[in-house]
Every structure is written in structure tokens, then in C-alpha cells.
């Protein structure tokens, strides 16, 4: 075969090649990844402990503010427990493999009060998302369990929640812009919630339970539209927290 000749040949067949290769990559791309959050293994703990656990019969993964966290706060003076009290701690378990901009996050989780909490304590539970190196800045959906079924109709309306720290805690959001970043949704205190996040650019919805229309739905998430990070679990200080079976599709390349 001439030289010429050889080379338009072997040109051919990568050209042809790179069709299946390339739509290989982006289904691999594409593929959910299930981490079934039964150890620590895999995760960066930020002020709180996770442990394997069973609750209602299922495996799972208890997390709450970790002893030395605990110890932290208890010798702060009143109006600095106040304030974290107020702005959180930032109390994380970080999927640190997790690398996620845009597509789907579905889990079960659980959250009720701890038995030393204050009044004031829902059992705050949730999902962080686009979670940046320092651990300070990421969206976040989560869920306050004890308003689903409270008597006080305005409570409930705060059953759901999304922030954006750290400059859009949620007492902001709701000074700010009342009712936007916030829904009501029927949930219990310490019960698996399947929930589903969905996120495209700057709009993100929440799903809970397997409803087919979202509970709350943001158009203008934080981080922006090419926010991306790590994938954490997230609760509150007052909270003891379960989580299992977390699944993430990303969204297929453009």
C-alpha cells in the first residue's frame, strides 16, 4: 500500500472510531454513582461524627455534631453560642470522591431534634451541594421535619428550606425575599425521606418523597450556572441526623 494511501486509510478508521468512543465517554460520564453511606469511609467530617447505624430497619449512616464540636460551643460565651447558633457551624460529612455542577441527587435521610436540643430545634437535615475547599460556601436543600404536621400553619409553610452559604443563610432569604426559598411539605420527625435534588445551571428543585411536581424550586441558584464542588450531608447543631443509599447522575456534557 503507498504511503499516501496509508495514511487516508488509517485517518478513516480513526475518524471512524471516535463516534463510539466518544458516546461511550459520555454515557460513562452520564452513569449514576451509588455510595450507600453504611461508614465513614469516603468522608470529611466538618464538626460533626458519623456512624453506621440502623434506623426503621435500614443501614444507614447517624450523623450529629461531633463531642469536640460540642465541647467548642459549651465554652464559647452566650451571645457567640447565640450567633452560631443562628449561622451554623457549617456542620458537614463530605463525600470527598464527589466532583458535581450540574444533574441528580437522590437519598433518604432523616432528622428530629436532639434530646438536649432547645424549643426551638426542627431536626434540620439536608443535602449541600457545589461544596467549595474551605467548606464555608456551597447551596444547600434541606428539610425541617418537626413543621410538616405543626399546628401553626406559618410553620409548616418553613417545612423546606434552600440557602446558599455563606452569605445567603436562611434568615436572610426569608428577610429578604419572604416565601421564595422556602415550602411547605408533609414530613415526620425521624423517618426516611427520599428526596431528589435536581440542578441545571442556576435552577435547582427539590423533590420529596417520590412527588412527580417539585416541592420547591429555585431559579436563581447562588453559585451560579457553572457552580461545581464536592457533595455533602448536612445538618444543623440541635440535630441527630440519618442518611443511605446516596445516588448521583451527573448531567451528560454539552
Known sequence: MRPA?????????????????????????????????????????????????TLQGRKGLRVELSEETMRRLKAMPPEEQQKAAQLG???LA????????DGVIEAEIAGAPRADAGEGARGFVGIAFRVQDDLKTYDAF?????NGRADDQVRRNHSAQYISHPDWPWFRLRK???????AY??????AWTKIRIEVQG?????????????????????????????????????????????TVTPAPPH
Do not use: C, H
Open 94 to 101: 463530605v463525600i470527598e470522591a464527589s466532583d458535581f455542577g
Open 176 to 182: 429578604e425575599f419572604p416565601e421564595k426559598y422556602e
Open 185 to 190: 411539605v408533609d414530613i415526620v420527625p425521624g
Open 202 to 246: 442556576e435552577r435547582a428543585k427539590l423533590f420529596v418523597n417520590g412527588q412527580a411536581q417539585p416541592t420547591l424550586i429555585v431559579n436563581d441558584v447562588k453559585t451560579g450556572a457553572r457552580g461545581r464542588g464536592k457533595i455533602a450531608l448536612w445538618i444543623d447543631s440541635s440535630t441527630v441526623a440519618y442518611f443511605r443509599d446516596l
Open 142 to 146: 434541606y428539610l425541617r421535619p418537626t
Open 89 to 91: 457551624l457549617d456542620q
Open 5 to 53: 494511501l496509508r495514511r487516508i486509510t488509517v485517518a478513516a478508521l480513526a475518524a471512524v472510531m471516535l463516534v463510539p468512543l466518544a458516546a461511550w465517554a459520555q454515557a460513562t460520564q452520564a452513569q449514576p454513582t451509588r455510595v450507600p453511606l453504611e461508614s465513614a469511609a469516603g468522608l470529611r467530617l466538618q464538626n460533626v461524627s458519623a456512624t453506621p447505624a
